[in-house]
């Protein structure tokens, strides 16, 4: 097989696999009448008449990450956050016509447009004045275009990223390929915007990250896994700027060894340090032990 033949082909096996460890063991809802996708109450969360209690006052919005859905991707994380008695909430974004349950493949900003009337309407039912984000991959980055351009500050309180884009991502460098295959980074921007706008260096990305990574207000916190094989190198997943705390998994637990997928789907040791961002005032430490919890 040809050298570029290698690079497309393990691009492609890398994007199947994240769609294939994300299969979908639930349906989402159907669309509104304003057409939005909102996944139906499941095990606890998307309820919305969940009120928000004195000992955690803002509602959690999960935002999936590319190829997820609403209900998929928080089939751990979501039951821990109501166990522990948040009003948790996900929304489905990025979706393409005629293709069902793997989502964010959308241009990301547009993603970002669903996700701000996503937290007015959950903002709007529990009468909380801010809510906390929570998002893995693709969903711990677009958010900030919310905050950013879209307002959202003055509604968020922290957003928690799980192994985020922040900067983009090289796939271990097979982005890079791109520009010498005629044709296939077109196809890619065509097709799958979303994925044309997490490439490290793309028109999206160098704009989100234009004037530094943050905005006043809000807290950021971004847990990265040094075994990430898709948000690469993984410490592009870092944010710079005032009330950020960056986490390496591995410093709290040398033992885990979960990579990009399973870092924001199965790690219960991952699942204790957003409990911990999202409220930090009662934050226990985050060990080994914390898959325990």
């Known amino acids: 097989m040809l050298p570029w033949k290698h690079a497309v082909r393990a691009l492609s096996v890398l994007l199947l696999t994240a769609a294939a460890t994300l299969a979908p063991t639930a349906a989402s809802a159907a669309p509104d009448r304003a057409g939005t996708v909102a996944a139906a109450p499941s095990r606890g969360w998307n309820d919305f008449s969940c009120k928000p209690s004195?000992?955690?006052?803002?509602?959690?919005?999960?935002?999936?990450?590319?190829?997820?859905?609403?209900?998929?991707?928080?089939?751990?994380?979501?039951?821990?956050?109501?166990?522990?008695?948040?009003?948790?909430?996900?929304?489905?974004?990025?979706?393409?016509?005629?293709?069902?349950?793997?989502?964010?493949?959308?241009?990301?900003?547009?993603?970002?447009?669903?996700?701000?009337?996503?937290?007015?309407?959950?903002?709007?039912?529990?009468?909380?004045?801010?809510?906390?984000?929570?998002?893995?991959?693709?969903?711990?980055?677009?958010?900030?275009?919310?905050?950013?351009?879209?307002?959202?500050?003055?509604?968020?309180?922290?957003?928690?990223?799980?192994?985020?884009?922040?900067?983009?991502?090289?796939?271990?460098?097979?982005?890079?390929?791109?520009?010498?295959?005629?044709?296939?980074?077109?196809?890619?921007?065509?097709?799958?915007?979303?994925?044309?706008?997490?490439?490290?260096?793309?028109?999206?990305?160098?704009?989100?990250?234009?004037?530094?990574?943050?905005?006043?207000?809000?807290?950021?916190?971004?847990?990265?896994?040094?075994?990430d094989e898709v948000v690469t190198p993984y410490r592009s997943q870092f944010l710079s700027g005032p009330n950020v705390t960056n986490v390496l998994i591995q410093d709290k637990c040398a033992l885990d060894l979960s990579e990009h997928v399973a870092i924001g789907t199965v790690d219960r040791v991952t699942f204790h340090e957003v409990a911990n961002a999202l409220d930090p005032a009662r934050a226990t430490p985050t060990t080994c032990l914390s898959v325990v919890g």
């Open 54 to 227: 004195a000992a955690h006052p803002r509602p959690v919005v999960l935002v999936h990450g590319t190829f997820g859905n609403s209900v998929d991707n928080w089939l751990g994380l979501a039951p821990y956050l109501v166990n522990r008695g948040y009003c948790v909430f996900s929304l489905d974004y990025g979706q393409l016509p005629g293709v069902p349950l793997f989502h964010g493949l959308g241009p990301v900003e547009a993603s970002a447009g669903q996700l701000a009337a996503y937290v007015d309407r959950v903002l709007a039912a529990t009468g909380a004045p801010e809510a906390d984000l929570v998002g893995h991959s693709q969903g711990g980055m677009m958010p900030r275009w919310y905050l950013k351009f879209l307002g959202g500050a003055d509604k968020v309180n922290a957003l928690v990223g799980i192994a985020p884009n922040s900067h983009g991502t090289t796939l271990l460098g097979l982005t890079r390929l791109l520009p010498y295959f005629p044709g296939v980074e077109d196809f890619i921007d065509s097709h799958t915007p979303g994925l044309a706008d997490q490439v490290a260096g793309s028109p999206f990305v160098t704009k989100l990250n234009q004037g530094g990574d943050t905005v006043p207000g809000v807290r950021y916190h971004v847990i990265a896994t040094q075994y």
